[in-house]
């Protein structure tokens, strides 16, 4: 097997391919003077099993244009099987129609990667489960809460521990971080408004007070819903309000909004690749899924079980 690396995230390629123990494929990916985009792979991959390793979070465009263009060069120098591992897939929150006439964009991203000449695709905690059905080629998700679940069984107390969603919608996925912290008990922040025009109200479902929270969500972007929530929890009797998220897009002044908040800590993974801004913040860390790609990669390469990862 081969890896190339994107510029999206090379230090999560080169994280991967220590891990493999295998060296990354020589390529050059760069710009002319009018801003397009050129790749050229040094060494040859005629036969090969390539996996392309590019999130495409911002520069969105630009990530995603040099992904396909990755992939196409591969495919035209006669790779046999290309997997584009996208470890933050963008345009995922743009899943359906939110109007009359708005785009599907993460079904023509799909369509995209797939018209390149991608074979498989692996990614990590799609926003939404069903974009792996935008795909006409075999689609791994890959989920974090294995790496999340380690992390804070050697951090936090089990015993007083309650597994929190931000909102209704995340339920799901908090459930299932819970059961891998031995069915920890699950609490729901719900947002809603009484009545038109009053403010926002942060409801809090299931017992929290004297609890260890810990939020978990996809995205963090604004962090707007993250703060608020701690916030409340705190209001409604936690003992302190940690958090973890897959995909640190955080935009603006997330970071600002973050250290300012009432969050213990917000524990991202590096799918997307950290600003300083992100490293020098002083309730952030980071963890790495780099073990956890390259064992599904190697897997993949070999044709054993991805999903027996996550039993």
Do not use: W
């Not at 999206?8 to 390529?27: S, V």
């Not at 992100?278 to 070999?302: G, H």
Request: charged share 25%; with cysteine; proline share 4%.
């Amino acid at each position: 097997m081969k890896i190339l690396a994107g510029n999206g995230n090379p230090e999560l390629a080169q994280a991967i391919a220590d891990y493999l123990e295998i060296p990354l494929t020589k390529a050059s990916v760069r710009r002319f003077a009018d801003e397009e985009i050129f790749v050229e792979i040094h060494e040859n991959v005629r036969g090969e099993d390539v996996f392309v390793v590019q999130p495409t979070a911002a520069p969105a465009n630009d990530n995603l244009m040099e992904l396909l263009i990755c992939i196409d060069a591969l495919r035209r120098a006669s790779a046999k099987r290309i997997t584009a591992v996208v470890p933050y897939f963008g345009y995922a929150r743009q899943d359906r129609k939110s109007g009359s006439r708005t785009p599907i964009s993460a079904k023509l991203v799909a369509n995209l990667i797939t018209g390149a000449g991608a074979d498989r695709v692996l990614s990590i905690d799609l926003h939404a489960g069903q974009i792996q059905g935008f795909f006409d080629i075999p689609t791994d998700n890959l989920f974090a809460a294995p790496v999340m679940a380690a992390d804070i069984e050697a951090r936090l107390p089990r015993d007083n521990l309650t597994v929190v969603s931000p909102d209704v919608g995340g339920v799901v996925r908090a459930r299932a971080l819970a059961r891998r912290l031995g069915n920890a008990p699950l609490a729901i922040v719900d947002k809603r408004r009484e009545r038109a025009g009053e403010s926002e109200v942060m409801n809090i479902i299931g017992d929290v007070v004297g609890k260890t929270c810990v939020l978990v969500d996809d995205i963090v972007d604004s962090a707007g819903t993250l703060c608020n929530a701690a916030a409340a929890l705190l209001e409604a009797g936690a003992t302190s309000a940690t958090a973890y998220v897959t995909h640190a897009v955080l935009s603006g002044g997330a970071v600002a909004r973050v250290d300012g908040s009432a969050l213990t800590e917000l524990v991202i993974t590096d799918t997307i690749a950290a600003v300083d801004a992100v490293r020098q913040a002083k309730k952030i860390r980071r963890i790495t899924i780099a073990p956890l790609l390259a064992e599904a990669m190697r897997r993949t390469s070999e044709e054993s079980s991805v999903s027996s990862l996550f039993d």
